[in-house]
């Protein structure tokens, strides 16, 4: 059995079963995969995205006037200013390497925290923990969730932010996308910095490219940053379908998304998540054949099920 179907909601395959996914994804990732979302009166909720970026893992370096010590000399900015800083930083860092590319997530699903973590190789040989300490060789698979991206695909990502959003929407591979590509771009272009061995010139821009949104406030300062909300309007562009809060670090570049409020009613939360991302030169843990990894990862879906009901 494939090992994305099998960690079901843990890992968001392209086509999860119905059990695994019952309630623990709700209303937005009904929204992702374009399932039909019946708006109910009363209840709102805070979802962390799953697959919906949350951290990108960068080396810190300082931007001026951004950091200060003291609060009351600290220019005030808009949503915008902060993603637009963030920019500056990244396209100035250098590129860094490493023999594998590792990304690591953490995500609360009710009482359940699933940890994973995947290491690829640039010629797209991937190792997959979902077990503590196990680590197992698995098929080569895109490098950012819901595309068709793989490492040398991220390398020619373009430059210019307009001609960015195009080719990350084109190499998506959910065709709910057609149905809401704001929400979709939205997303690609924080899995570009939370989770794609992008280079310096394409995160930056993304950030640029977020940064032309017309609904991003900044809520202030926050641990790790910045705390923006993104707003997504309706058709019309008169009414709030849902907003997006995520935190931005313009000094670090980091980036982790924190929830989702709106998109209908809905019960019990997924979340929260946050996902690293950086090189390494080392496969840390034991390498066991992927079905050693099973038991670990069918009881964690029977945990999720019992809390579900």
Do not use: C
């Not at 990244?90 to 390497?97: C, L, M, R, V, W």
């Not at 990304?103 to 994973?116: A, E, I, Y």
């Not at 190789?121 to 490098?143: F, I, M, N, Y």
Request: hydrophobic share 35%.
């Amino acid at each position: 059995m494939d090992e994305l179907t099998m960690l079901g909601t843990a890992l968001a395959g392209p086509e999860p079963s119905t059990d695994t996914v019952d309630r623990s994804r709700h209303r937005l990732q009904n929204t992702m995969r374009g399932g039909p979302v019946k708006p109910r009166r009363g209840k709102r909720w805070i979802a962390a995205g799953v697959g919906l970026t949350a951290a990108a893992a960068a080396a810190a370096v300082v931007v001026s006037d951004l950091s200060a010590p003291d609060a009351k000399k600290e220019p005030v900015l808009s949503g915008r200013q902060v993603m637009l800083a963030a920019a500056t930083t990244a396209e100035s860092k250098p590129a860094s390497s490493g023999t594998y590319w590792h990304t690591k997530l953490n995500l609360t699903m009710g009482k359940v925290t699933h940890v994973s973590e995947t290491w690829t190789r640039r010629d797209g040989a991937t190792w997959l923990s979902a077990a503590p300490g196990l680590v197992s060789r698995v098929e080569k698979r895109p490098v950012m969730q819901l595309s068709d991206l793989d490492f040398t695909g991220v390398q020619r990502l373009p430059t210019d932010p307009d001609r960015l959003k195009a080719a990350l929407l084109k190499s998506v591979t959910v065709p709910a996308a057609r149905e809401n590509p704001q929400l979709f771009t939205v997303n690609l272009l924080q899995s570009v910095l939370s989770e794609a061995p992008a280079p310096p010139k394409v995160r930056a821009a993304a950030y640029r490219a977020l940064a032309a949104m017309p609904h991003i406030d900044n809520l202030g300062r926050t641990a790790g940053g910045y705390r923006l909300k993104i707003s997504y309007m309706d058709d019309t562009g008169t009414h709030v379908d849902g907003t997006e809060t995520i935190v931005v670090d313009p000094k670090s570049t980091q980036l982790r998304v924190e929830g989702w409020a709106g998109f209908g009613g809905g019960g019990v939360p997924v979340g929260p998540s946050q996902r690293t991302s950086g090189w390494t030169n080392t496969l840390p843990g034991r390498i066991v054949p992927w079905s050693k990894q099973i038991p670990y990862i069918e009881k964690e879906n029977k945990q999720l099920k019992a809390q579900n009901h």
